[in-house]
């Protein structure tokens, strides 16, 4: 099976580099053409492919070269630290005499960004923002992948230790690999690959996948029975569903989106969730004429804009390699005209909350800064104030910040604020 990996993974990564496509589409794609693998090689191979592209700068400079043969051979030697004689079970005998010899003159890498696979603007920035030392825990936590997470929909009258114990009596895994996490009251965690998709707690309903920092989001709203919500950047509607069910189902939650695949997906996910109290909204853009009519008009408006997504490079690697310093440049432009037009549909005492799946402050404090210095009429409250409410400690800091090697979640970063004139 080795070599057949070998050159599958090597097929998707050239296409991958060359094409600079998201990689689980990549993925996708390779395995929609080639329906003959069976589930364990498909997992073999996404495993391999997910790993090179997550050390892919490392795996280069000890190659040498951009020669995907040789950094998968050291991929297995170096970052799984499997032996010489394992290696030469499927590998040339040329291969495995340059393998002994790169062991024998012993690897050192001494930059920081090469050992962490990191582009050098991105360690410049988390560098500016945490100082090396929590830099060099940061970018390590971002070298493992995630482990699943869910939500347990309330609205469906289960207990989180009642889905618990229901999906452990479903998969044949020790016990200590489905738990509740450690920060969500709601979330659940299961190993990375897990078939949910069709367990029938998914098809009713009563579960659904979202990462557990994201669930964090919807408790910092602090969402009220009754209240009129906006959910500005609604994408699939994993936030838009959770704000629901803590809203019992009452109330009214615009879920606003320019995709219309992205509404489609959440179309399918509100079927499945019970929830009636949720109305889509296709918008052009942020300044859309549907948008403009509703101003002054909500008690909640939580902005999870577009962003570089560099907080969930466990599950999207291959980000670092796609994202460039000028589009961070692009974005940040866009992300606070986003702010402002969603600021525009708060009441007076409504509550605002700018959030990103960034570690980036360029995204976050900055933006925050910037439009709190042009708009007067909203201040911070500190996230404790509300976080603490729900048994969550997240320390006494005035922003949600949930950081991968801290938290063991995607970096996530969210500002509440309110509007008091």
């Not at 009563?206 to 009754?226: A, F």
């Not at 509607?237 to 695949?261: C, E, P, Q, V, W």
């Not at 990103?356 to 800064?369: F, G, H, P, Q, R």
């Not at 509300?386 to 969210?414: A, E, V």
Request: aromatic share 8%.
């Amino acid at each position: 099976m080795h070599k057949l990996l070998i050159k599958a993974t090597i097929e998707i990564l050239e296409e991958s580099f060359t094409r600079n496509l998201p990689a689980d589409i990549q993925l996708s794609n390779f395995f929609k053409k080639n329906r003959h693998l069976g589930s364990h090689d498909r997992s073999d191979i996404a495993e391999l492919y997910y790993g090179i592209i997550r050390n892919r700068k490392l795996l280069e400079e000890i190659v040498g070269s951009k020669n995907l043969n040789k950094a998968i051979l050291i991929y297995f030697l170096v970052i799984q630290g499997r032996s010489i004689k394992d290696l030469s079970l499927f590998a040339e005998e040329h291969e495995i005499e340059w393998l002994i010899d790169k062991k024998k003159n012993k690897i050192q890498i001494d930059s920081w960004p090469t050992k962490l696979s990191l582009p050098e603007w991105i360690w410049d920035k988390l560098i500016a923002s945490y100082g090396e030392e929590e830099a060099i825990k940061l970018g390590s936590s971002l070298l493992y992948p995630a482990s699943l997470n869910i939500r347990v929909n309330t609205l469906n009258n289960i207990s989180v230790k009642e889905v618990v114990k229901e999906l452990k009596q479903s998969f044949n895994f020790s016990k200590d690999k489905i738990v509740e996490t450690k920060l969500s009251k709601l979330g659940i965690s299961l190993p990375r690959g897990t078939a949910i998709q069709k367990h029938k707690l998914f098809l009713n309903g009563t579960i659904e996948v979202q990462e557990e920092g994201s669930q964090l989001l919807t408790y910092l709203l602090n969402v009220k029975r009754g209240n009129m919500v906006a959910d500005f950047c609604a994408g699939a509607g994993g936030k838009t569903l959770g704000l629901s069910a803590m809203m019992k189902n009452t109330g009214r939650i615009y879920a606003f989106d320019i995709s219309d695949r992205r509404l489609a997906n959440l179309k399918q996910r509100l079927k499945r969730s019970g929830a009636s109290n949720i109305s889509m909204q296709r918008i052009h853009n942020e300044n859309d004429l549907k948008v403009k009519r509703l101003r002054n008009k909500f008690d909640r408006v939580l902005v999870d804009a577009p962003c570089t997504g560099l907080g969930t490079l466990r599950r999207n690697p291959d980000l670092k390699w796609r994202q460039t310093e000028n589009a961070l440049n692009e974005m940040v432009i866009k992300q606070l005209s986003i702010l402002l037009a969603a600021s525009k549909l708060c009441k007076k005492g409504a509550y605002l909350v700018y959030a990103t799946c960034s570690m980036l402050e360029d995204e976050n404090e900055k933006i925050v800064a910037s439009f709190l210095a042009s708009n007067k009429n909203f201040k911070i409250i500190p996230q404790h104030n509300i976080m603490k409410k729900y048994g969550i400690d997240l320390g006494n800091n005035d922003f949600l910040k949930l950081t991968t090697n801290q938290h063991q979640t995607d970096s996530f970063f969210g500002a509440l604020m309110e509007r008091v004139d």
